[in-house]
């Protein structure tokens, strides 16, 4: 019986919480995860979109030495070095542009550079150079009618496009200083880089002769483009909140290390060690292991070595959470026991390898899909105590003619009735009931933990041992007093039903009384209870239900052991939480 019961439980329980995770905002595409979500140690989020806003504008344009504030009030025009670079950075980005940055580029060209469209006008895109883990920045190669030069855009990291450019050390060394200063400030650095290409006098349009890498072209250094991407209000206290319950955030990005640890500060993590993409690539698996054990920055990581640090944090026997959007970041979340793709700028790849899809791409909801799966748990570990304790008094009662030769007590059809409390009971009102409040201070469930181990059952038989005791002792006492049977019956259905629902209170929660519980909301909870009172009184009343029942009235002494017995039993409830759970009666509720 308990093995079915435990799975319907376990179904219902999936079920709710899927139901329970979509009002939040996230879809769950593999129900088994739900209770995974309670057991997570380290949670793996990318800093755009997720710690950040990802509403993206271009701040500064840097030229010649020179900072240019994008949009200030003094602001009248471009001159002419800051228009060439924001013109060179548009050609070097998609015209369809989807990605924020490059979004935030056209915005600021339609803005501060009127007429820029039309300026490009018959211009034919030639060659696209993807960015690679080579080369961290993208090349695209226009030609106009009638032009002697092809234009070939770049833009990209920082440290690549001075790579291309060849610059003298003095003057990288100006740059980077620019670069450190914009990057410890939070914002996301692009260097943009122009070559003109000769074509042939022949040529109209199509170029036949372009070089295979972009390393062949004569790049000349044109400056920096810093992005402001502003950090999500509720970030920081969500972070506090994982800390709290022990969960590791490790923030996994693309970005320059200063960018990554600026913005880490503001969240709240640990920006004192960090991990560079270059690092990853030269560790070995083993000391890839050692590198990740206490570092929550990791930076300049390319999407493929994302894998790797996944299956880093799973060989250390962490229960990893990761988020991820791109195709790239597919076999990442497939490896990982939480996958977590982006549902506003997640791909199609991505969210068939994840479990759960965020609607919001919202480090906040993120976190309060982590709470819901501790909730579930920590319920359904509830529910299968209560379970497994209300059956020790029903099959201890239902055994007890075999071994003390008594008269029946327990038919089929009291057993029948204990079943339709137990079943709504377990379901709904466990499942219903509010996470405890110190649920996000508590350490994750370790890993390979039982849901419900040895001492959970010890926990429930007791409980159960309890009400047993009281039922045996109003059944001997009825024994000795020479009440007839039916009476006898009708007392000790009636401990065994108080003590029932008196299970159902106490198992609520592991922190508070039952007085407390007693007045605590749980909707389900009142249902349950009025309907098992009527239902109790109907069958002792109504004489032809009675009958059915095998039931008498009792007289007030006999009301008076059933009491007593009762509370005996309520008040061992109370005596082995106390014991089990020694938080419990000085946590407030």
Same mark, same amino acid.
């Given at each position: 019986?308990?093995?079915?019961?435990?799975?319907?439980?376990?179904?219902?329980?999936?079920?709710?919480?899927?139901?329970?995770?979509?009002?939040?905002?996230?879809?769950?595409?593999?129900?088994?995860?739900?209770?995974?979500?309670?057991?997570?140690?380290?949670?793996?989020?990318?800093?755009?979109?997720?710690?950040?806003?990802?509403?993206?504008?271009?701040?500064?344009?840097?030229?010649?030495?020179?900072?240019?504030?994008?949009?200030?009030?003094?602001?009248?025009?471009?001159?002419?070095?800051?228009?060439?670079?924001?013109?060179?950075?548009?050609?070097?980005?998609?015209?369809?542009?989807?990605?924020?940055?490059?979004?935030?580029?056209?915005?600021?060209?339609?803005?501060?550079?009127?007429?820029?469209?039309?300026?490009?006008?018959?211009?034919?895109?030639?060659?696209?150079?993807?960015? *690679? *883990?080579?080369?961290?920045?993208?090349?695209?190669?226009?030609?106009?009618?009638?032009?002697?030069?092809?234009?070939?855009?770049?833009?990209?990291?920082?440290?690549?496009?001075?790579?291309?450019? +060849?610059?003298? *050390?003095?003057?990288?060394?100006?740059?980077?200083?620019?670069?450190?200063?914009?990057?410890?400030?939070?914002?996301?650095?692009?260097?943009?880089?122009?070559?003109?290409?000769?074509?042939?006098?022949? *040529?109209?349009?199509?170029?036949?002769?372009?070089?295979?890498?972009?390393?062949?072209?004569?790049?000349?250094?044109?400056?920096?483009?810093?992005?402001?991407?502003?950090? +999500?209000?509720?970030?920081?206290?969500?972070?506090?909140?994982? +800390?709290?319950?022990?969960?590791?955030?490790?923030?996994?990005?693309?970005?320059?290390?200063?960018?990554?640890?600026?913005?880490?500060?503001?969240?709240?993590?640990?920006?004192?060690?960090?991990?560079?993409?270059?690092?990853?690539?030269?560790?070995?698996?083993?000391?890839?292991?050692?590198?990740?054990?206490?570092?929550?920055?990791?930076?300049?990581?390319?999407?493929?070595?994302?894998?790797?640090?996944?299956?880093?944090?799973?060989?250390? +026997?962490?229960?990893?959470?990761?988020?991820?959007?791109?195709?790239?970041?597919?076999?990442?979340?497939?490896?990982?026991?939480?996958?977590?793709?982006?549902?506003?700028?997640?791909?199609?790849?991505?969210?068939?390898?994840?479990?759960?899809?965020?609607?919001?791409?919202?480090?906040?909801?993120?976190?309060?899909?982590?709470?819901?799966?501790?909730?579930?748990?920590?319920?359904?570990?509830?529910?299968?105590?209560?379970?497994?304790?209300?059956?020790?008094?029903?099959?201890?009662?239902?055994?007890?003619?075999?071994?003390?030769?008594?008269?029946?007590?327990?038919?089929?059809?009291?057993?029948?009735?204990?079943?339709?409390?137990?079943?709504?009971?377990?379901?709904?009102?466990?499942?219903?009931?509010?996470?405890?409040?110190?649920?996000?201070?508590?350490?994750?469930?370790?890993?390979?933990?039982?849901?419900?181990?040895?001492?959970?059952?010890?926990?429930?038989?007791?409980?159960?041992?309890?009400?047993?005791?009281?039922?045996?002792?109003?059944?001997?006492?009825?024994?000795?007093?020479?009440?007839?049977?039916?009476?006898?019956?009708?007392?000790?259905?009636?401990?065994?039903?108080?003590?029932?629902?008196?299970?159902?209170?106490?198992?609520?929660?592991?922190?508070?009384?039952?007085?407390?519980?007693?007045?605590?909301?749980?909707?389900?909870?009142?249902?349950?209870?009025?309907?098992?009172?009527?239902?109790?009184?109907?069958?002792?009343?109504?004489?032809?239900?009675?009958?059915?029942?095998?039931?008498?009235?009792?007289?007030?002494?006999?009301?008076?052991?059933?009491?007593?017995?009762?509370?005996?039993?309520?008040?061992?409830?109370?005596?082995?939480?106390?014991?089990?759970?020694?938080?419990?009666?000085?946590?407030?509720?």
């Amino acid at each position: 019986m308990l093995p079915e019961e435990f799975s319907v439980i376990l179904a219902v329980f999936m079920a709710l919480g899927a139901w329970r995770l979509a009002k939040i905002q996230v879809l769950t595409r593999h129900m088994p995860v739900i209770e995974t979500l309670g057991a997570a140690t380290v949670l793996c989020v990318d800093k755009t979109g997720t710690l950040t806003q990802n509403q993206m504008a271009v701040k500064y344009l840097i030229v010649g030495g020179q900072s240019i504030e994008v949009g200030s009030a003094n602001q009248v025009s471009l001159p002419p070095a800051a228009g060439v670079l924001l013109d060179t950075a548009v050609l070097a980005s998609a015209a369809a542009a989807v990605d924020a940055m490059e979004q935030a580029l056209w915005h600021c060209a339609a803005t501060t550079r009127p007429g820029f469209a039309q300026r490009h006008q018959g211009w034919q895109l030639q060659q696209s150079y993807p960015r *690679s *883990s080579d080369l961290l920045a993208v090349t695209q190669v226009w030609v106009r009618s009638g032009a002697a030069h092809a234009v070939v855009a770049v833009k990209g990291a920082p440290e690549s496009v001075m790579g291309l450019c +060849r610059l003298e *050390s003095g003057e990288m060394a100006t740059q980077l200083q620019h670069v450190q200063q914009l990057a410890g400030q939070g914002l996301r650095l692009l260097a943009v880089a122009r070559a003109l290409h000769p074509l042939p006098a022949s *040529s109209t349009h199509a170029v036949t002769d372009l070089p295979a890498h972009v390393t062949a072209f004569q790049f000349s250094w044109l400056g920096l483009i810093a992005f402001a991407d502003p950090l +999500r209000p509720e970030v920081a206290a969500a972070v506090a909140q994982c +800390r709290r319950a022990g969960l590791r955030v490790v923030m996994i990005t693309g970005d320059y290390p200063a960018t990554a640890q600026a913005i880490a500060l503001q969240a709240g993590l640990d920006a004192g060690r960090l991990i560079t993409g270059a690092q990853v690539a030269r560790a070995s698996d083993v000391q890839l292991q050692k590198m990740v054990h206490d570092v929550q920055i990791f930076a300049r990581i390319l999407p493929q070595q994302k894998l790797r640090l996944v299956q880093a944090f799973k060989a250390r +026997r962490d229960i990893v959470a990761m988020t991820g959007d791109g195709i790239n970041d597919a076999p990442a979340l497939k490896a990982a026991h939480i996958g977590i793709s982006m549902g506003q700028r997640g791909t199609d790849v991505a969210r068939e390898a994840s479990s759960l899809v965020l609607l919001k791409d919202d480090f906040g909801a993120l976190v309060d899909a982590l709470r819901l799966g501790r909730r579930i748990v920590d319920n359904l570990r509830k529910a299968l105590r209560y379970v497994v304790g209300v059956h020790v008094p029903i099959a201890g009662m239902a055994l007890l003619p075999l071994l003390a030769g008594t008269p029946l007590v327990m038919t089929p059809a009291l057993v029948m009735f204990l079943e339709m409390i137990i079943n709504p009971a377990s379901s709904i009102v466990f499942e219903g009931e509010q996470g405890e409040r110190d649920l996000m201070q508590r350490p994750p469930r370790k890993p390979g933990e039982h849901l419900f181990g040895l001492r959970n059952a010890m926990y429930a038989l007791l409980q159960g041992g309890g009400l047993l005791a009281g039922a045996i002792a109003t059944f001997f006492i009825g024994l000795q007093a020479s009440w007839p049977h039916a009476q006898i019956r009708t007392a000790v259905f009636v401990v065994m039903v108080v003590g029932n629902l008196g299970m159902i209170i106490a198992s609520r929660s592991d922190h508070a009384s039952m007085l407390a519980l007693i007045v605590q909301p749980n909707r389900a909870q009142w249902w349950v209870m009025s309907a098992t009172l009527a239902a109790l009184m109907a069958v002792m009343m109504v004489p032809w239900l009675a009958g059915v029942f095998g039931f008498a009235r009792i007289n007030d002494t006999q009301w008076g052991v059933v009491l007593v017995a009762a509370l005996a039993a309520l008040m061992w409830l109370e005596l082995v939480k106390f014991v089990f759970m020694p938080r419990a009666f000085l946590v407030s509720s």
